[in-house]
């Protein structure tokens, strides 16, 4: 399987602080995309980092791509308890084919 | 959800019979995909379409086929249905390969 991987799986937090995660994934990829799932809801698009790029910011998010080491990790700033979601990385590497891993399980405790 | 609907919401079945998930979308994008997911397993992708009539195979895509006849409706069928494919099923919808927007998931029981 090409299927990214996050850590950690699941990461309890105060809000007000940070939180990180990271992807790491097994192939030479085109973009790499972060993405957000509410509880029993659809994925909404975070982010799109190109493998070109190395770090890309968007309002409290900053996600930081490693090619060499096929890593990503995405940094919530100043966490809320909105926030709490589980967060998944999706790689494109054939143009056509999304391989998203298998999450990670954020809570924000007010 | 960007426009992206997907019918029927929940559904519970028997083993052995057909059925027939679909997706619809008022964007006129290009790209749709169907994708389940498992515990343990994130998103998996089971089929996508390209365009009208053009399809390709994903991840996971025995014991399902698809079909794209309007660019507004990509179906997803299980011909016989099995416990494994107890799952939740999203549809996504893309403009570009790129951003993916996604619908708000159907949840299939098979007993």
């Given at each position: 399987s090409q299927?990214?991987?996050?850590?950690?799986?699941?990461?309890?937090?105060?809000?007000?602080?940070?939180?990180?995660?990271?992807?790491?994934?097994?192939?030479?990829?085109?973009?790499?995309?972060?993405?957000?799932q509410n509880s029993g809801r659809g994925l909404v698009h975070l982010i799109l980092i190109r493998s070109n790029e190395r770090e890309k910011h968007s309002g409290r998010l900053r996600v930081t791509l490693d090619t060499s080491k096929k890593s990503s990790s995405l940094l919530i700033t100043a966490s809320r308890a909105a926030d709490t979601a589980s967060y998944f990385c999706a790689t494109d590497n054939t143009g056509n084919q999304f391989y998203f891993g298998t999450g990670t399980s954020l809570t924000v405790i007010p | 959800d960007a426009g992206i609907t997907q019918s029927p919401?929940?559904?519970?079945?028997?083993?052995?019979?057909?059925?027939?998930?679909?997706?619809?979308?008022?964007?006129?994008?290009?790209?749709?995909?169907?994708?389940?997911?498992?515990?343990?397993?994130?998103?998996?992708?089971?089929?996508?379409?390209?365009?009208?009539?053009?399809?390709?195979?994903?991840?996971?895509?025995?014991?399902?086929?698809?079909?794209?006849?309007?660019?507004?409706?990509?179906?997803?069928?299980l011909e016989s249905a099995t416990s494994s494919q107890t799952s939740v099923y999203f549809c996504a919808i893309s403009p570009s390969q790129e951003t993916q927007y996604f619908g708000p998931g159907t949840r299939l029981l098979v007993l």
């Open positions: 299927q990214g991987e996050e850590d950690p799986q699941a990461l309890s937090i105060q809000e007000g602080e940070n939180a990180t995660m990271n992807c790491s994934y097994k192939t030479s990829i085109n973009n790499l995309q972060w993405y957000r | 919401r929940h559904k519970v079945t028997e083993t052995g019979t057909p059925v027939t998930l679909r997706c619809h979308q008022t964007e006129n994008h290009r790209y749709m995909y169907w994708y389940r997911q498992d515990p343990g397993h994130g998103l998996r992708l089971i089929h996508y379409s390209y365009g009208v009539k053009d399809t390709d195979k994903g991840e996971v895509s025995d014991g399902y086929s698809v079909s794209r006849s309007k660019t507004e409706d990509f179906l997803l069928t």
